[in-house]
């Protein structure tokens, strides 16, 4: 009587059990009266989104680097080791491939384990899929019964999983499931997905991991940071064990082979991706504020949609700008330290140490602020913190420098490290083809290639050139190296610029060879004849868009300009006259490769073609002319020979800068060397000229180039224009001779203080 009863109340609960599962189930997939929350719906199955890193490519197909908040690049399931795979399933969901997205199997096993005292989990692998990919797990998921019950929460949770894996399997075939997987999940270490995985922890590709090394990433995942290989090496080398024992267990190879790999180190080769590290690090960080207003224009995020931005750097003019930056840099900076000796080396214009340097300049940085907001104004806790001494390591260029520095000891050494940038561009196209915004982006972020606006010294010079070739002047024209004053009204006083080598010696020189020797005197005299109106006006014509000051003392170039306008405006003569706005992108797609925007390049007609050629054959003037202030570049044989080259070299005053734009008919590339601060520089032209402060970069680049033999890069002339008529042999040349007293201008107002300026 007993047995039958319990059989038959066995079966009603049995069957009840079946009818409350159904029920429950069919209550949490409809979100019965709110109770346990939404499911994610079809659509979002069907149309899954995880984030995306952005990836920006050369020109060449060169991946620069990504944008990203979670570091992921999706690869295809043939891209993944079969190692890969065997060990994820070996380990998360041996029954991966006969199960529809729930191993009933594997949950009926779990009452027996536990009585064993061994701890088991039943999530497949679709399970988990889901979880990651739909965040099962969030708020936006949870209904009314949230929070109420720790155990009530799980059921709900593992309900929706169960049922979102079932329709995930339905929507999927095994091999989109697993790659999904794979693609999805966090291997820590600012790694998502097994592309990063490999790339961070192995420095190799999904496709060629190994079995020691998928077992790795595969135990790596139970817990990210608990098993990490970098942080607890033998908790993950202990994981990676047992995860080759799964392997060997379900016959993915015998016990011998086990041994082997389970003998085999970690076997690490850990890199951590960021965008400190690797080519174009300035220039990255450029395109990266660029497209960040790019995206909110059109409702994009750049650092989940994987957009794949196609830029005009070439990857192998960049290292061979880098290089050249780097190769004169460490030179330049060993010099200024050897210059200075024990000195300070921030003067004033009598080369006389400011004093208050320290006390004024700290007080202009953020650290600085932070300390005033957190004292409230309170200066000896300021100063306290300013001064208290602590461990750090700092920027040198024999590599990171630990030492022990308080603030204003950290802002006083790097005060003293000169910085540079670099700019490389196609002059037909526009294109950038290298950018170089600092020399060390770990340390030192600010970009000197369009960020940064300096006194461009004597590189300003053929603009005002420029203007006169193109209103009459020629380059045979003869001139005296005479002194050219200009009234100061305001003051009733006189200002008379002079050349940089020392007084006027009354020679008679060619336009050709006064641009060449940069003097001084000859562009006053030019100033004075057309006026500082119209060198504005073909400064801008030209493409710089600041604030360009029309007074004399622009012949000397006293108003601040960033390289990317200069290389900018020199690119107009080498393509025609045609001013190309400088361009560092030529496409962007989505993540699917379709083209969101294609990029052609602005252009306007500037300068006829005969000017611009005559502009090229002035700029050749300073490294043919005797006294040409580009002279040096003969040093570096291999860039000439079946070669045309110009250039102009720039000194501002107190030698704060030195500037060089060399131009070919290939590329046009413009370089500073200087202080972030205008008052640490050198004393005397010696090293203080931009022919030693900047041309050197420009002639080892060029040299680099020209010795790369995959870069096919040819040695070719200038393009002459067909009906170019202008006679630029001297010899035959018998124009009128230029004089100051053609022109006096006696109401041209000039600064006082602009006085000290120019170049040898």
Known sequence: ?????????????????????????????????????????????????????????????????????????????????????????????????????????????????????????????????????????????????????????????????????????????????????????????????????????????????????????????????????????????????????????????????????????????????????????????????????????????????????????????????????????????????????????????????????????????????????????????????????????????????????SAIDSMLYYKKILQAGMIAIEPETGNIKAWVGGIDHKYFKYDHVKQSRRQPGSTFKPILYCAAMDNGFHPCQKVQDAPVSFYIEDTQTTWTPQNSDGPSTGEMLTLRQAMARSMNTVAALLMKRIGPNMVVQYAQKLGFKGQIDAVPALCLGISDVSIYELAGAYSTFANKGTYTEPQFITKIEDKNGNIIQEFIPITSEALNEETAYTMLHMLKGGVEERGGTSLGLHRYPNIFGGNEIGGKTGTTQNFSDGWYVGVNQKLVTAVWVGGDDRSIHFRDFNFGQGARLAMPIFGEFMTNIYTDKTLDFKKVPFNRPNNYKVELNCGKYSGSVLSDSTNSNPDIYVPKNENKAGDI
């Open 1 to 405: 009587m007993f047995i039958p009863k319990l059989i038959k109340y066995s079966w009603i609960l049995f069957l009840g059990a079946i009818v409350f599962v159904v029920l429950h189930v069919y209550a949490v997939s409809n979100n019965f009266l709110g109770l346990s929350g939404e499911m994610p719906s079809l659509e979002v199955l069907e149309n899954p989104k995880s984030e995306v890193a952005s990836v920006l490519y050369s020109s060449d197909g060169f991946e620069l680097g990504k944008y990203f908040r979670e570091n992921r690049s999706p690869v295809a399931f043939e891209e993944i080791s079969k190692n890969m795979l065997n060990a994820l399933v070996a380990t998360e969901d041996i029954r991966f491939e006969s199960h529809p997205g729930i191993d009933f199997r594997g949950i009926v096993s779990i009452p027996f384990y536990l009585a064993l005292g061994k701890k088991k989990g039943s999530s497949t692998i679709s399970q988990q899929l889901a979880k990651n990919l739909f965040d099962t797990r969030t708020s936006k998921y949870s209904g009314y019964l949230h929070g109420y019950s720790k155990v009530l929460d799980m059921i709900m949770i593992k309900t929706k999983e169960w049922v979102t894996a079932i329709k995930i399997e339905r929507s999927y075939t095994k091999k989109e499931i697993i790659t999904m997987y794979l693609n999805s999940v966090d291997f820590g270490s600012n790694a998502a997905g097994i592309k990063v995985a490999a790339q961070t922890f192995f420095n190799t590709t999904p496709d060629k991991l190994t079995i020691p090394q998928s077992a790795v990433l595969t135990g790596v995942l139970k817990a990210p940071s608990l098993y990490s290989p970098v942080y607890n090496p033998e908790r993950s080398l202990l994981r990676r064990n047992t995860v080759i024992d799964q392997m060997e267990k379900y016959n993915f190879f015998t016990k011998l082979d086990a041994d082997k790999f389970k003998a085999e180190p970690l076997g690490l080769n850990y890199s951590v991706e960021n965008h400190n590290q690797g080519i174009a690090t300035y220039f990255r960080t450029v395109a990266n504020n660029w497209l960040l207003s790019w995206c909110k224009a059109r409702k994009l995020d750049l650092y989940s949609d994987g957009l794949k931005v196609y830029t005009t750097i070439d990857s192998r003019l960049q290292i061979h700008a880098e290089k050249a930056v780097e190769k004169h840099m460490k030179y330049i900076q060993n010099q200024f330290y050897i210059h200075w000796k024990d000195r300070n080396p921030w003067v004033d214009q009598d080369m006389k140490e400011i004093k208050g340097f320290a006390e004024t300049s700290i007080k202009r940085t953020e650290m600085y602020a932070y300390l005033k907001r957190t004292y409230n104004g309170n200066e000896d806790s300021i100063q306290y913190r300013l001064n208290k001494k602590r461990k750090m390591k700092v920027f040198s260029w024999n590599g990171d420098k630990d030492t022990l520095f």
